[in-house]
């Protein structure tokens, strides 16, 4: 009898351990720590905090013809309506010497820039750093369109 109890004593503090091991496993994956199991891949890149964008429909957006396709700011302009922008005015450049397209942006509207930017295929966005005219100055973003 004796044998017995003692037997079952073992069993039973063995379940005990196993589950505790389990338990201990499922919380350590919880935390995110590596487990001998499920090891956690690391994210090796840049971290990006995410941004909660402004919608589109908060957005005023210059369109400037800065390469001399005639048209062209009209066309993006339009495009830009039909994704939700709320105004999208186009507008001739100062000049239409620019090589390539760029997004110019206010202080605060950086990562609108940056998926308007996306969205006309422009690899630049950068501040407003006042080479475009004042008059221009109710706009949150402005597109300046190269060749």
């Not at 206010?106 to 690899?123: D, F, T």
Request: proline share 6%.
């Amino acid at each position: 009898m004796q044998a017995l109890r003692g037997a079952a004593l073992a069993a039973a503090l063995v379940g005990v351990v196993v589950l505790a091991a389990f338990g201990g496993m499922a919380l350590l994956h919880r935390l995110g720590h590596a487990t001998p199991t499920a090891p956690v891949a690391k994210h090796t890149g840049p971290q990006h905090n995410a941004v909660a964008l402004r919608p589109r429909s908060r957005i005023s957006v210059l369109v400037l013809n800065g390469n001399g396709i005639n048209g062209a700011a009209g066309g993006i302009a339009t495009r830009l309506l039909t994704h939700g922008y709320r105004h999208a005015v186009p507008a001739d450049a100062p000049n239409h010497n620019y090589a390539r397209s760029v997004v110019l942006f206010r202080p605060g509207w950086g990562a609108e820039a940056h998926r308007l930017a996306r969205e006309v295929g422009a690899r630049v966005a950068e501040p407003l750093d006042g080479s475009v005219a004042p008059a221009y100055s109710d706009d949150q973003l402005i597109v300046i369109l190269g060749g």
